[in-house]
């Protein structure tokens, strides 16, 4: 299996992330076209220009990614039906591995066996992050809605 989460993070240089900046800002402009596809340039060693036609929905993640690195961000980008090491999985979820493993062995999120080893596809694990995010979310309104009508100064 390739490895598709490694290699090690990098969070952006101070040059890097001013160039985020300014490509986002560039790029963002030409995303509410109705084309299909978008013409960029690239110039080279040679400042010559090569022209590159992509689809829309490739550019428009482009922007989304200048974001994450203009906000001093590491991105990674990861095909959604890659299939993770639990290690890999519990990295991207901010969890211990040992807690990731009881979520497999509970059910709480699925996974499969690659000889002896467990391998999480990556929608799996985006369905749980967003069922774990969604129950969060209704516990804080929920505890929030409480400690307004017990008037307990968070308000």
């Known amino acids: ?4 989460i490694h290699p090690p ?8 992330i ?3 900046i300014e490509g986002q800002r560039a790029l963002a402009a030409y995303l509410a076209t109705q ?21 829309t929905s490739a ?3 482009l922007v989304d990614i200048l974001a994450e690195l203009a906000a001093g ?9 890659a299939e993770l090491t639990t290690q890999e999985a519990a990295d991207l979820l901010n969890v211990s591995r040992p807690h990731l493993i009881k ?9 499969h066996k690659t000889g002896k080893h467990r391998r ?14 969604t129950a969060s979310e209704r516990a804080m309104t929920l505890l929030a809605e409480q400690a307004q009508a017990l008037r307990t100064g968070y308000e």
């Open 1 to 4: 299996m390739q490895n598709l």
């Open 9 to 16: 993070t990098k969070l952006p240089l101070a040059r890097e």
């Open 18 to 20: 001013q160039a985020a």
């Open 35 to 55: 084309f299909e596809t978008q013409h960029i340039q690239i110039f080279d060693e040679q400042n010559e220009a090569h022209t590159v036609e992509l689809p």
């Open 59 to 61: 550019l428009r993640l």
């Open 73 to 81: 961000n590491a991105v990674k980008v990861v095909p959604v039906h």
């Open 103 to 111: 979520l497999l062995e509970s059910g709480d999120l699925s996974y």
């Open 120 to 133: 999480v596809r990556f929608a799996d694990l985006m369905d749980y992050k967003s069922r774990r995010d």
